[in-house]
């Protein structure tokens, strides 16, 4: 079944030790996103992939970085992790043809980020 | 920023029942999303509205919009314990394909 896989489910860092969270997807989707959600809050977007292109969103930390080395790979690195970035972190894919969204994005199950 | 509010924040309701849960925007969308969310798990796509649609159905699932109050409500039909989840309503505005989610509402449905 075509889907996007976040690996790892569960990720326990030190305090300052670089981490990377990936996310594959086999929908062939042209847009990449990737989400932070903190306990019992919204999904707050970090930054998205239009194809190679990358766009970041004006509040999200120079802590937070993203690689696309393709189309159906996307890392999200967290250079020196703090207590506040525990977290979990969505990638998303949708599929733009230049008409808008015409269907919803498709959800990886998340890492669970930890900071210790 | 945060583009929908949801109302209410928690739910709770016996199985059979239908839920309601309400959402409000702030600015003008091109189409307007429910996501549904298990505790610990990625979101789901359940519907999506389109700026120029009042009303939409899917299986149980009931969404109408309303572009003048700027709201949207989702209603869910004769509810099952597996329906218990947290409800999102997301938003796309301008030419681009970039969706901001509202604060959700935690749906409890009790067997």
């Known amino acids: 079944d075509a889907m996007v896989i976040q690996n790892p489910r569960y990720q326990v860092t030190q305090f300052g030790k670089p981490v990377t969270l990936s996310c594959s997807q086999t929908l062939n989707h042209n847009v990449m996103y990737w989400y932070q959600q903190k306990s019992s809050q919204a999904p707050k977007l970090l930054f998205h992939y239009y194809d190679k292109d990358f766009n970041n969103e004006a509040d999200t930390p120079d802590n937070f970085q993203s690689r696309r080395p393709n189309t159906s790979f996307c890392f999200l690195d967290i250079r020196s992790p703090g207590l506040g970035d525990a977290a979990m972190y969505l990638c998303a894919t949708s599929r733009d043809t230049g008409q808008g969204l015409h269907y919803g994005y498709t959800f990886g199950s998340g890492t669970r980020l930890t900071v210790v | 920023s945060q583009q929908g509010e949801e109302d209410p924040q928690a739910l709770s309701i016996q199985e059979g029942e239908n839920a309601t849960m309400n959402c409000s925007y702030k600015t003008s969308i091109n189409n307007l999303q429910w996501y549904r969310q298990n505790s610990g798990r990625g979101l789901v796509h359940l519907i999506l509205?389109?700026?120029?649609?009042r009303e939409k159905h899917s299986g149980r699932l009931r969404v109408t919009l309303d572009t003048s109050k700027k709201s949207s409500s989702l209603l869910i039909t004769a509810s099952r314990a597996a329906d218990t989840a947290s409800y999102f309503c997301a938003t796309t505005t301008g030419g681009y394909q970039k969706v901001t989610f509202g604060t959700g509402t935690k749906l409890q449905v009790i067997p």
């Open positions: 509205i389109r700026s120029n649609e």
